[in-house]
Structure formats: C-alpha cells, structure tokens
C-alpha cells in the first residue's frame, strides 16, 4: 500500500518536472463571480489550445471580490497571475505596488488607439493623464436600464399615460420623464411597480446608481486632479441629482433597501417592474428565455439626460493587470499579446465578453448581435467614473453612509447628505495629503 | 500522529501501560496547546497592541508611524463610532433579553416527561447547529414582502422588515432570538433538571402556590446556570457580524463589529481597527467582569 502512494507520489512528481521543462505555464486570473467570468474562461480554453499554458479564471462573489483581492496582495502572495480588478482599485494598484507598470506594453501595441477612450482613462491610466497604464481594458461596462415593452406598448396605458402627463409613454429621454413613468406604473394593488434601483451599499452599488443621476444632471464628484470637493459633490446640480434618486425609490417595489444586480434583474423576470438599472453586462440573462420569462418583451435604453441634456452613465467594467507578486508575469504578458489581438478581442465580443476595442464595438455585427449592444455603445462614450485614489474604499464608505440614510431611511436632506460627505471627504484627503503640493 | 506516539510510549515503557503519566499528558496535550495559543492568540493580541499606536496600513507599503494614542482619541470622539456602540447596546439588549425569555420559558415547558420528549428537544435544538450565514440568507427570504412567508402569515401586506431603518434591527435581533434561544433552552434544562424534587414535594405539603414556588425554589436554583448562559450569549451578540451583515445594510444595523471590519478590511486602516477591536475586547471584559462578580455572589447564597 505505502509502496503504491510512493510511486504515485513519484509519477505526479515526474509529470510535474515534465510540464515544467515544456515551458507550459498554469496562470490564474482572479475575477468576480459572474457570467462575464464565464466566457473569459471559455476564451482563455481556446488561448491554451494554441499556445499550450492553461489560464484558469478563478472567481468570488462581487461582496467580497475587494476584500478578497486586497488580502491576496497585503499578503504579497503570488496566488493569482493576473485579475481583473475594478477601476477604482487603480489608484491602489498603482502606488501600493500590486500591479505591474504595463506602460511601455501599453503604447508598444498602441493602445491608446485600438481601445474606446474612456476606458482607456478610466481602465488603465492612473494618475488621471498621467500616460501611465496599469491595465489593458478588458470589460467594458456602463449603467443602463430594462424596461417591459408591453407595458409601455399597450395602448390603454398609452391612451392613460398621455391623458395623465400630457405627452406621449415611450423611453424616456430624460429623468423627469422616467421618474413619471415610474410614478405611472407603481401600483401597489397590482403588484406592479415603477423602477427598481440600485440601493445596496456594502460596495459600490448604491453609488454607482446615486453618481449616474448626478453625473447626468450636470454634477461632479470632485475635481479628481485637485481633490477639491466642497462646492462640487454638494453643488447644487450634485444635490438634485440626488434628489431625484431619491425620488425614484418611492416608486420601487416594497423592500427594496438592499438591491445589486440580482434584485434589479428579479425585478424583470418577476414581473414587479416597469424599469430597471443595472450594467450592461448582467443583462444577458434578461433575453434568456429559461432565466426571463418575460425576455421576449423586455427592452434596453441607455441612461436618460438630465434637465440640462446632460447625459452621462456611470462606468462600470475592468481592466485586466498583472499582479506584482506573480512568479509568471512573462507568460502573462503573452497571454495579454494575444488577448489584444483584434482576432481575439472579435472572439471575446462573440463569446459574450464587452470588448472595449473600438473597431469591434463600431461594427454592425457587434451592434446587431444582442438588443442592448446598441445602448451599450451609445453609453459607452459618455460615462464618467468614481474617484479611483489609493483611499477610494474609505471615500466610498463615507458617500454610502451619507446617502443612504437619506434615500432609503428618509433621513435629512439632499442637500444635508452631500455637505456631510464633502466635509468627510476633504478631511480624508487631508489626512493623505493629498492638498500639500 | 498523537495516537502513534502514545503507542509507541506504551510500548517502551509497558510498566505505565495503564494510561499516560502526568509527565505524559503535559508534553502530549498542554504543551501543544499553550504552544498554540502563545502563537495564534497571544502574539497576535500583544502585536496588535502595538499597532494600535501607529497609523499602519496593512494595504500600504510605508512602514508605520507611532502616533500615540491618537486613534484611540479620533474613534472615541467619532459619532459615527458610538452610534454604532448604541446600536449594538440595544441589539445586546433585545436579542439577549429575547433569547433568555424564549429559551428558558422553552425549558420549562419541557421539564417534564410527556411522549417524544427526545425528539422535541432535539428539533428545538436544530436551529443553533445551522451555520449563521445559512441562517440569514433564509430569514432574509422569509422577511421578503413580495414573497416571504412572515408578512403573508401575519398578514402584514408589504412591510418591508429589512428596508425599514426602525424595523430593521428587531428583525436581525428575532433571527438572532430563534438561533440562540435554544442554547438557553438546553442550559436552563439541566440546571431544571438538576433541582432536587423533594424541595417541591416540600413547596406542595406547605401549600406553597405555583408562582411563590418558582420565585423561592426554581429561580434561585438555576439562577448560576442562567448566568452562565447569559454571559455567553451577551458576549456573543457583542460580537455579532455575520447575521447582521447578511440581512441588512441600513446603517441602524451596523453593530460595531460590522464597522470593524470595514475599517479593517475594507479600508484597510490597520492601526485604527486595532485600536478599535482593543475598545471592543475591554468593553467585553468589563461587562463579563460584571456578570462574573455577580455569578460568584449567586452562587454562595
């Protein structure tokens, strides 16, 4: 029996050392834990068939993707080659050490051309205009929204929309149109509600949602190469767009204070809402007939403008970089050669992935091939982002803790909520130093 | 790897082979033990200390700064920081108070002998064998107002439990009470179990009515063991994070053991949340102090 494991051990230990000599390599990709992920992998499959290192694409759920990356990196360990970390880590990922200077990489291949901008700025460059380049964009993402269809399309509603507002029930164009379809449809007594939104905010959910009505309402964060934030994030157009999140709330289905994408998609395929945010990249599902009954009738439009014709979309998506502390940073920079092949990055679109190659986002077949791929180029060039500093995790949790209060717990006012953060905020980037220079 | 090396001792040594010395038992078990402790918990406890006087980031690569004891000043003249120690002073309050009514009223219903009495208790005991992750992604299913089964039964329409800024503590605070309430029960049965019956034979020859019975006899007798029970379970609800930070995010649920771990780990603002978790185990310390202080006076009467 002993005799039996001793030579097993022996064999494993022989193919180990074979493998080794051959020069294939085993690279772990680190990401979140959703369908995205999933068609990295089936991409990555087809990269091993060719070049003989196998990449598997290790995955946790979105509420402790950070905590769990961020351990991994304090800790210096070499678990994972490379991951595909959220844009507001970059500030982090940069001057902390955790990734790997990709600049040269980056305009080697040129880049700068071959990816849409924004996810250039937002994906892979930090500081802002810097021209240093942390990762290479690998997901492209945005807020938009679903809506029902045959809500909107039937004609009694229309008839009733029209007769109650004056103009006609279709996509909104702006957020005062959307909060009174909203209104229109929250009907308790049927079930039926309004809008689901973002409202979590044990990440960045509940900014993510709050942050796209300011931006689209003509409001800003902070100066984000200043870090001048008084008079900006409580603004007056910061303020109404906050407002107006609020306002929207009103009109969710009952319970709704702790919501993601799950929520916002169960949203559609219950059947409780007319409308509904969430990334582009969880609305695959939605036009699944075995996960979205109501797939057949469910529609996509990009974020609507606001009263200005302001129109902008919070940015979600990732870059992809190579950690630091990896032992196989070389075969990772020839998997991200291969990756930035527009070959592959046509595959990756295919597959399901949002590429941010420009020349596959502008395509008709790219467009055509799912019914929010439009919406999701449309948006694509105009989103704006969260603060991307080292110290985003503490802002974030300073935003949530203002705002949250005042959208779901009905607590102060808007205007209350956003000088609250601007007071935390300038004194977390006091205490960084961020004002000395 | 224990057991091999017991054999093999027995076999040098066959004069002992009736069991281990005390020589023995110390190099075998106490020593690993105390090993393991110095190295898990007492090290980690004192190098802590130490990080709590600098303005160390675990996420940063500069070294740290001795800063004094201006963390523990900043957090103990944070708001936010004793909003969230009321917060957890009231969740203490309820789920503990809760859990000691519902628990021991349970053992008392089922101090004495009735059909199955085995399996009842064993059923009653399944909910503090679950793990409290499992435990509230299904509280937080059975509180949902579109489908959950508690406002349906009840009758409540769509009252939102765990959007609701008030409600939402009470509905963390009863999950709490149904996990734990059975593991008063189980403790208050033994000491029920371990009155002695000829105190009541005695109660009933002297008339004495139900409720001057369990005042004068029943009370005072498992009053130790209710103690003990409710030292236990005051310094685990002083430390609750997972129930909790499962079912809600409102900010009237973030007991400090949730903000901990923020700041810890999310923020990575080291020395701050060593400072903190230091505020956090002295406050344990003084309220366990409390109860143990009290326990030894109940006890000699």
């Known amino acids: ?437 | 790897m224990t057991s091999v090396a017991t054999k093999m001792d027995s076999l040098a040594r066959p004069a002992q082979r009736r069991g281990l010395s005390d020589l023995g038992i110390r190099n075998l078990f106490i020593i690993p033990t105390v090993l393991f402790l110095i190295v898990f918990n007492i090290f980690p406890l004192i190098y802590s200390l130490g990080y709590s006087f600098t303005d160390f980031s675990a996420s940063a690569n500069a070294p740290a700064n001795f800063v004094g004891l201006r963390n523990y000043r900043e957090l103990l003249g944070d708001e936010n920081i004793w909003a969230n120690f009321v917060i957890t002073a009231k969740y203490v309050i309820i789920s503990v108070s809760g859990q000691m009514i519902v628990g021991f009223g349970l053992a008392l219903l089922l101090n004495r002998t009735f059909p199955m009495k085995g399996l009842v208790t064993t059923l009653l005991l399944l909910p503090m064998m679950m793990s409290a992750a499992v435990v509230g992604l299904f509280w937080k299913l059975l509180y949902d107002p579109s489908w959950g089964i508690i406002n349906y039964a009840l009758g409540l329409g769509d009252f939102a439990w765990l959007s609701n800024p008030d409600a939402a503590l009470f509905a963390i605070a009863i999950t709490d009470i149904w996990m734990w309430a059975p593991f008063v029960m189980l403790l208050s049965l033994a000491g029920l179990s371990a009155v002695p019956k000829y105190l009541y034979e005695a109660a009933a020859i002297d008339r004495a009515g139900t409720w001057y019975t369990f005042r004068r006899i029943t009370l005072p007798l498992v009053a130790p063991i209710l103690l003990i029970a409710l030292i236990f379970r005051t310094m685990e609800a002083f430390k609750t994070f997972d129930i909790a930070y499962i079912m809600s995010t409102q900010p009237t649920t973030e007991v400090i053991a949730i903000r901990l771990y923020k700041q810890a780990f999310q923020q990575w603002d080291t020395g701050k949340s060593c400072a903190l978790a230091y505020i956090v185990l002295i406050m344990v310390l003084a309220i366990t102090n409390i109860y143990v202080k009290y326990l030894n006076k109940v006890k000699e009467r």
């Open chain 1, 1 to 437: 029996m002993r005799k039996n494991l001793k030579l097993l051990l022996a064999g494993a230990a022989f193919t180990l050392a074979g493998a080794a000599s051959a020069h294939a390599e085993d690279l772990t990709i680190f990401w979140a834990e959703w369908d995205p992920a999933n068609y990295l992998q089936e991409l990555v499959n087809e990269y091993a068939a060719e070049s003989g290192d196998t990449i598997t694409v290790e995955t946790t759920p979105w509420s402790d993707f950070q905590t769990k990356t961020f351990a991994e990196f304090n800790a210096h360990g070499d678990a994972y080659d490379m991951v595909v970390g959220d844009s507001q880590w970059l500030g982090a990922g940069a001057t902390q050490g955790h990734y790997v200077d990709l600049t040269d990489f980056f305009n080697a291949n040129k880049l700068n051309d071959v990816m849409a901008p924004a996810t250039v700025k937002y994906y892979a460059e930090y500081p802002g205009g810097s021209g240093k380049y942390w990762a290479i964009p690998l997901e492209g993402d945005a807020v938009g929204w679903a809506y029902r269809k045959d809500w909107f399309e039937d004609p009694k509603e229309k008839e009733a929309f029209k007769a109650k507002y004056g103009y006609d029930l279709a996509i909104p164009e702006t957020y005062a149109q959307l909060r009174d379809i909203a209104e229109f449809f929250y009907r308790p007594d049927e079930k039926k509600y309004g809008v689901a939104i973002y409202t979590d905010n044990s990440y960045d959910a509940m900014a993510m949602g709050v942050e796209s009505a300011i931006f689209s309402y003509g409001g800003e964060l902070g100066d984000y190469a200043t870090y001048k934030v008084d008079g900006i994030i409580n603004s007056k157009e910061a303020v109404a767009g906050l407002e107006m999140y609020k306002e929207l709330y009103k009109f969710t289905p009952p319970g709704w204070g702790k919501t993601f994408f799950i929520e916002d998609n169960q949203a559609i395929t219950e059947g409780l809402s007319a409308m509904s945010m969430n990334f582009f990249a969880f609305f695959p599902p939605l036009v699944n007939k075995s996960t979205n009954p109501n797939a057949d009738v469910t529609g996509f439009f990009a974020n609507p403008a606001g009263p200005d014709g302001k129109r902008f979309a919070a940015l979600g998506g990732q870059g992809i970089s190579i950690v630091s502390y990896s032992k196989k940073q070389e075969a990772s920079k020839k998997f991200l050669e291969w990756f930035i092949k527009d070959s592959t990055q046509k595959r990756w679109a295919e597959l399901g992935g949002y590429t941010a190659s420009q020349a596959v986002l502008k395509s008709p077949e790219f467009q055509n091939a799912t019914p929010y791929n439009k919406a999701f180029y449309d948006t694509m060039f105009m989103v704006k982002d969260f603060w991307a500093t080292p110290e985003y995790a503490e802002i974030l949790d300073q935003f949530n803790q203002n705002i949250y209060p005042y959208v779901v717990g009905n607590k102060g006012t808007a205007q209350e909520a956003l000088d609250k953060t601007a007071k935390d905020w300038t004194a977390t980037f006091n205490k960084y130093n961020r004002y000395s220079n």
